[in-house]
């Protein structure tokens, strides 16, 4: 059978049209869950994308279909992020500021959460894949850290995302993402240590 995800995915490229209605309902869905609106139906997403909720459901069978793109797309934008980094950054700089981006990513799940829970108990892979994908985005971070001699080269990236997991962990706690933002960067700096000097 297949999943909802495949099931809301397009299997050929959309129309002009179909792809800008597409984009509008994810962004209107993204909006409303990062507002607190976690209860937004169908009806109210696609008047705010502008659109007719046939037009919602042809892309996008169920609610649950929607919410698992919306999450789905943060992910892709996030795990494309490290070579656009490297490209202009130094690898310790754009490790810093994935590490960043990963928090961000946490406060939209944060935003999101009540809606996401309505997939967590279906036997959706998203969740796991997910958490694959930005273990290789760190892992390819590292990796160039420490061939440039800036980063130790102990670490795995699934083993820094678990270590990021629990400082995101605090998000429960009002005001957790400026702290988050701290002991990330103390989490870096314990990257650097252990570097081997240079003769």
């Known amino acids: 059978m297949e999943d ?11 129309r002009a049209d179909a ?10 869905a993204r909006d409303a869950f990062l507002a607190g609106d976690t209860e ?4 109210e997403i696609a008047r705010s994308a502008g659109v007719a909720v046939g037009t919602l459901y042809r892309h996008f069978e169920t609610r649950e279909a929607l919410i698992e793109e919306v999450y789905r797309k943060e992910v892709d934008d996030l795990c494309a992020s490290p ?3 490297l490209d202009h950054h130094s690898p310790e700089e754009a490790l810093g500021r994935f590490l960043l981006l990963l928090v961000d990513h946490a406060a939209v799940g944060k935003g999101m959460s009540v809606a996401l829970e309505s997939i967590m108990a279906t036997d959706s892979p998203v969740f796991e894949d997910a958490r694959t994908r930005m273990g290789d985005a760190l892992t390819r ?15 795995t990236g699934p083993t820094l995302l678990r270590a990021l997991g629990g400082i ?11 702290e988050a933002r701290q002991i990330t960067g103390l989490l870096l700096d314990g990257l650097r240590h252990g570097v081997p000097r240079a003769p």
């Open 40 to 43: 937004a139906h169908v009806e």
């Open 19 to 28: 792809r800008r209605n597409r984009e509008a309902l994810l962004s209107a």
């Open 4 to 14: 909802s995800l495949s099931a809301s995915r397009p299997s050929r490229p959309l």
């Open 83 to 85: 070579e656009h980094l």
């Open 168 to 178: 995101c962990a605090m998000r429960v706690s009002e005001g957790w993402i400026d």
């Open 141 to 155: 971070l590292l990796d160039a850290g420490a061939a440039a001699g800036t980063v130790r080269g102990d670490v």
